[in-house]
């Protein structure tokens, strides 16, 4: 089973970005299409965005579209999620997540594993 430590996250401003970094275990990570996915509170748990194997396909939530990047670093066995134009509905605990098979997909019970998570916190 892959370990995923994410970080990153904090308290930004509306109209401000964040980093986030999801340091993946394991000699597999290549193999592994990635995700972030996202929960508010008092809300289920969304898909924001996926990658492919080998970086070249991507998939975000409609509400992250044009703000939003997903990247890997398959050398450095890293996912990370680039957040531009934070709105104050980003604001939720972020999480890195793993689907073992398949295609990068929107369904957030498509992946397999997540990591512990990284609040992120916007404020208007």
């Known amino acids: 089973q892959v370990q995923l430590e994410e970080s990153g996250g904090g308290l930004e401003q509306a109209g401000g970005s964040l980093r986030l970094s999801c340091a993946a275990s394991g000699r597999t990570f290549s193999g592994y299409v990635m995700g972030w996915l996202r929960q508010a509170p008092g809300k289920e748990r969304e898909f924001v965005a996926a990658?492919?194997?080998?970086?070249?396909?991507?998939r975000y939530s409609d509400s992250v579209k044009g703000r939003f990047t997903i990247s890997r670093d398959n050398a450095q066995n890293t996912v990370f999620l680039t957040m531009n134009s934070l709105k104050p509905e980003d604001t939720g605990v972020y999480y890195c997540?793993?689907?073992?098979?398949?295609?990068?997909?929107?369904?957030?019970?498509?992946?397999?594993?997540w990591g512990q998570g990284t609040q992120v916190t916007v404020s208007s």
């Open positions: 997540a793993v689907r073992t098979g398949g295609e990068a997909v929107t369904k957030t019970a498509s992946y397999d594993y």
């Open positions: 990658i492919s194997r080998n970086g070249g396909s991507t």
